[in-house]
């Protein structure tokens, strides 16, 4: 029997830092084929709709505190 295809290792996409008054800030990148570089902060404040998926998508935060993210499913952000 052959030995199960290997599966590669996720790596975080980027940062997510959770502000005093609940706004996460997420400082992505990502990395294409050759030179292919590409980075971005995303602000999202308590009251944004996509903020409930993509902190649950992040796990536990609390004010002042920091993340790794995950690549995100589709339709989550």
């Known amino acids: 029997m052959p030995p199960p295809p290997e599966v590669p290792e996720v790596?975080?996409?980027?940062?997510?830092?959770?502000?005093?008054?609940?706004?996460?800030?997420?400082?992505?990148?990502a990395r294409g084929p050759g030179a292919i570089a590409g980075e971005a902060l995303?602000?999202?404040?308590?009251?944004?709709?996509?903020?409930?998926?993509?902190?649950e998508h992040l796990g536990p935060m609390e004010p002042g505190g920091y993340a790794r993210v995950m690549p995100f499913p589709?339709?989550?952000f």
Do not use: C
């Open 11 to 29: 790596e975080p996409v980027g940062s997510a830092h959770m502000k005093p008054d609940g706004t996460l800030e997420l400082r992505m990148s």
């Open 42 to 55: 995303f602000i999202l404040k308590p009251d944004n709709p996509r903020y409930a998926g993509v902190l």
């Open 74 to 76: 589709p339709g989550v």
